[in-house]
């Protein structure tokens, strides 16, 4: 015995209101699309820092489920870390130079850069051998749009 939803008329009523509602998905899409593209402007022209923007995104998610759960991943920031061992230690480089490239690429009247550099160990762990060196930069002549 066939039920109703498998007489022919219903099955070519799901198939034209998956017709029109395909449509609508895309049209959907694109909102969605806009909402990540808008909140990405907002957050770099705005300047907010990236744990505000963890805890937006949290709030978002139940709303809008489409939205990552990380600045990161909103903005497309590079998360990649290459790691060499060198003088006995590991060596990561996050990206001072392409960040100055950058910098200067964006303010194209810049004629030279003026940087504070300050290098400093910190241990990890009191009972460890282990420590960090961050090498730290700041461009002093470039202001921040």
Not at 22 to 46: I, M, Y
Not at 65 to 79: G, I, N
Request: with cysteine; net charge negative.
């Amino acid at each position: 015995m066939h039920s109703v939803a498998d007489m022919p008329w219903n099955l070519i009523d799901l198939e034209c209101s998956e017709d029109y509602f395909s449509d609508c998905d895309e049209t959907e899409f694109d909102q969605k699309t806009e909402v990540a593209e808008g909140l990405r402007t907002w957050v770099v022209d705005s300047g907010i820092p990236k744990i505000h923007v963890h805890k937006l995104l949290h709030v978002l998610k139940p709303v809008l489920p489409e939205l990552p759960l990380t600045a990161e991943t909103l903005l497309k920031t590079k998360q990649t870390v290459q790691c060499s061992s060198m003088s006995g230690g590991d060596y990561v480089y996050l990206g001072l130079r392409d960040s100055l490239c950058q910098l200067v690429a964006d303010n194209t009247g810049i004629t030279e850069l003026h940087l504070a550099l300050n290098i400093d160990g910190v241990p990890l762990f009191s009972s460890s051998k282990y420590s960090l060196w961050p090498v730290l930069c700041y461009v002093m002549n470039v202001k921040a749009h």
